[in-house]
């Protein structure tokens, strides 16, 4: 708690700062970029590697207010949708758009374009998209109907009061019907403050202002930058000599950051949960990890302490599937956590139980079980798979490191193209829609263990039904403790980490529990 009181004073001092002085127009945004992200195309990927840099290009029908610090249900404010009714018991969500919005290449905005973009998520119509991760979050959405050029109507199948934060998610952008799905992966066209210039595979990505944007007044940048820097050391340097007036976001572990502020003082940085967990992913449908006893005792391995104490200096937090508190509207206490098996602080009592199981399959000091870890090839993903890799040889489990290119990462998941991944997956809104039906689904194409249970899954949906926000709480909690029980994706930590930037960069505002949905930089300006 008193880490959270500090963080809000921080933040708001900050914003304070940025305030102080009237906003300038002009100047180019320079940012770092930890990868190469795998294509340009928001609605296909789900990656904060491609959201951060393209999501300005983009409009959604709302958003989370931008000026607030938490992103949460009741802070949902209008931009393409100027008002939303719901009538019908709450199954008919009407959306008023407005008027005189234009697409980038200057073709007008209209309904047609929401229908096409929702039509194409939810998996109404045939589409070109390569990938579709979160198509599950729209499972409630009946039909879609336009009725005339300004308004949209949404037909639920059943009531669902958190539907409007999965519209504010920076995933959900709208997309121009008249644009291919191929063209969005590479030259994306949307309504937002900046316009797409130039996207150099390796080396950068280039924004430029919107003078047509809707908004009056907005951008107050030229152009945004960003230069693809996978070294860190190489990141670091250039940031504090200046070279760079902002980090990519969560970029930096607690070390980096105190080495940046050590090396430029003047530099501010927010230390924040980032709305990421790191979790154990075993594919169920390839021998021998079909085997239940197999999959158990690689959880009884694990020691999700020593992961926040070595990535982080204990900075980590501990939990299941949903943020944990006071960040995390949605996450368990520390007292029901105590109830779950396997987060209990006895782990040689854990990995003791869990060589018992291999010994009993053949397996020992002297008969290993092979297997290969894949991960994605970027330091926090590594630096888990290495952790990880330590752990599973307590329970005769010998691994090696199969590290991955982004592109090939994504890909070989969603073709379930692997053993054993070490994945940091973030969901981006703090809402058990999101995290269930994405993750745990039956056929969900980000259900990467292919876990799959019926019963639960009507679980999914009463939960998503209800009003009473502690009755909901309690009924996910139980839901979470099963899937932890089930080993469907082993929760190993929830990830926190820095964004830092230079004083004459104003207007910044990332959102205490994400760092997803705050990157339209409509409002940042700089002081030159």
């Known amino acids: ?63 989370f207010d931008p000026a607030t610090r938490e992103n949460r249900l009741d802070r949902v404010v209008p931009d393409l949708a100027t008002s939303w009714a719901l009538t019908d018991d ?15 290449d200057g073709k007008p905005f209209t309904s047609a374009d929401v229908k096409c973009t929702f039509d194409m998520l939810s998996g109404k119509v045939a589409s070109k998209m390569r990938k579709n991760p979160h198509k599950t979050w729209w499972f409630n959405v009946k039909d879609i109907a336009t009725d005339g050029d300004d ?53 950068s990505i280039k924004l430029v202002r919107n003078p047509d944007y809707w908004k009056p007044g907005r951008p107050y940048l030229d152009a945004i930058e960003y230069t693809i ?66 999959r158990r005792a690689m959880v009884l391995s694990i020691d999700r302490k020593a992961f926040s104490d070595i990535l982080s200096r204990g900075i980590f937090d501990v939990g299941g599937v949903d943020l944990p508190p006071p960040e995390g509207r949605w996450g368990w206490s520390k007292e029901f956590m105590e109830t779950v098996p396997g987060y209990g602080a006895d782990v040689e009592k854990s990995r003791d139980e869990g060589r018992r199981i291999m010994k009993s399959l053949g397996y020992g000091p002297d008969n290993m079980l092979p297997l290969k870890v894949s991960t994605r090839n970027i330091p926090d993903y590594r630096d888990a798979a290495v952790i990880l890799i330590d752990h599973l ?26 053993s054993v991944g070490m994945n940091i997956q973030g969901i981006s809104i703090d809402d058990p829609d999101a995290t269930f039906f994405e993750n745990y689904l039956c056929g969900s194409e980000r259900n990467y263990t292919s876990y799959c249970n019926a019963d639960l899954e009507k ?62 930089f409509e409002d940042v300006w700089l002081d030159q």
């Not at 999965?166 to 952008?173: K, T």
Request: some cysteine; overall charge positive.
């Open 393 to 418: 040889k307590s329970v005769y489990i010998q691994a090696e490191l199969e590290p991955l290119d982004s592109s090939v990462w994504y890909a070989r998941l969603a073709r379930k193209d692997f």
């Open 229 to 294: 820097i996978p070294n860190r050391a190489t990141m670091l340097l250039a940031m504090a000599t200046g070279k760079f007036d902002l980090t990519f976001t969560s970029d930096l572990t607690p070390e980096l950051m105190k080495s940046l502020q050590e090396q430029a003082p003047e530099t501010q940085c927010v230390l924040q949960p980032t709305g990421t967990q790191g979790n154990l992913l075993v594919n169920r449908e390839r021998p021998p990890f079909d085997n239940e006893q197999i």
């Open 1 to 63: 708690m008193m880490r959270s009181r500090l963080w809000l004073a921080v933040a708001c001092l900050l914003a304070t700062m940025g305030s102080a002085v009237a906003q300038k127009q002009g100047g180019t945004l320079r940012v770092t970029h930890r990868d190469n992200p795998p294509s340009a195309s928001v609605l296909e990927e789900a990656t904060i590697s491609t959201l951060m840099p393209f999501m300005a290009v983009f409009n959604n029908l709302v958003v």
């Open 90 to 104: 709450d199954r008919t969500l009407t959306f008023q758009l407005r008027d005189g919005v234009k697409w980038h």
């Open 459 to 520: 679980k999914f949906h009463e939960q998503s039904q209800m009003k009473d926000l502690d009755a909901r709480r309690k009924l996910v909690w139980d839901i979470d403790k099963t899937l932890q029980m089930d080993a469907a994706r082993p929760v190993v930590f929830h990830a926190k980490a820095a964004t830092c930037w230079w004083p004459r960069v104003h207007g910044i505002n990332i959102a205490m529990n994400t760092i997803y949905n705050h990157w339209r």
């Open 151 to 203: 308004k949209v109507v949404f037909h639920l199948n059943d009531p669902q009061p958190s539907i409007m934060a999965l519209f504010a998610a920076g995933f959900s952008p709208i997309y121009p019907c008249h644009v291919p799905a191929a063209e969005m992966r590479t030259h994306p066209i949307g309504t937002g403050p900046f316009k797409f210039v130039e996207f150099k595979q390796n080396e």
